[in-house]
């Protein structure tokens, strides 16, 4: 799927969204509940886009149509990063995003997408499903009248998009960087102009000066979102999302109106779509990345070390700060850390040492 097929709509992240005052709470007819998700993506995005629409028509399909879901794209009735408090206050009965977007709303929703030096996909959803986190996520997002679930995962991200190479940790400062979340924040205390901007403003902001470059997902979303055609170097790893898990927030009035039966539809179909989104990621990346260095010039290249301990060190400070805001961050970062160090050792001594010897013997 090419950029154009999309981005037509995208623009209308940038624009004012549609009046949604006089929106009322989920139709409910002769058993039927008809919802509205809202979503920070442009619509038919691969992967994000394409995977909140499939989650919408899953859940029509499995209850024979009796809960049906209208998703509407990035701007088409709030604004993205409006998305949270559309479903907070009930405007809207659904929001497809990554809740560090909302991270306004408090800090602590970062743990919930991905945080700097955090945890890979498989690690992320072992800490959600097994070891607390999803407890936890249920105690934070009840405080804004939402229940949340993972429906997704983009796997391990790349590092992003840049005007020039990177020779050393002074390159990065004066540069005008597209970057939510902690990331962002990481950056910022390096010297860069951090920016937090939707997916479908991204483009234009690179064409226009605006920004100097930009993180975005990995290849496969890149390439859909034509960045090659401005910037051709390539930067990895993410030191920031090591597994950006996307979410799906449900209104808490609209969730207790669900019967127990269809509250675990909800949970189950979750779950099928998060592990749907992942392996779609991880699927098409691989090609994307080929496309991207063997057809359009792309460079890729490995962060120099002092730029990398430099981003370590200071991720692993403004997390550590997040976990002191409030008694609650503080469990959801001590419950957090307990699963790093936890599922960290494993997947070092399984995954990871698998890969670093699969790539030896094949290079030899």
Known sequence: MDRRSFMKTAGLAAGSAAAVSGIAAPAIAQGAMELKMVTTWPKNLPGLGVGAQRLADRIGTLTEGRITVKVFAAGELVPPFESFDAVSTGTADLYHAADYYFQGKHKALNFFTTVPMGLTAAELNAWINYMGGQDLWDELSGQFNIKAFQV??????????????????????????????LGGEVLRRLGVNVQSL????????????????????????????????????????????????????????????????????????????????????????????????????????????????ALGKTSDEVVAEVGQEDALSKKIYESFLSARKLTGRSSSTTEKAFLIARDRVLAG
């Open 152 to 181: 997704g995962n983009t796997g391990a991200q790349m590092g992003g998009w840049f005007k020039n190479e990177l020779k050393s940790l002074e390159d990065l400062k004066g540069l005008n960087f597209r970057m939510p979340g």
């Open 198 to 309: 939707p997916g479908g403003e991204i483009f234009t902001a690179l064409q226009s000066g605006a920004i100097d470059g930009t993180d975005w997902v990995g290849p496969w979303s890149d390439l859909a979102f034509g960045f090659y055609k401005i910037l051709k170097n390539y930067y990895y790893p993410s030191m920031f999302e090591p597994g950006a898990a996307i979410s799906l927030g449900v209104n808490r009035g609209v969730w207790d109106k669900l019967s127990d039966s269809d509250k675990e539809l909800f949970r189950v179909v979750s779950m099928a779509e998060n592990n749907q989104m992942y392996s779609d990621f991880k699927a098409n990346d691989g090609q994307a990345l080929e496309t991207l260095v063997s057809e359009h010039g792309v460079k890729l290249h490995e962060f120099p070390e002092d730029i990398l301990m």
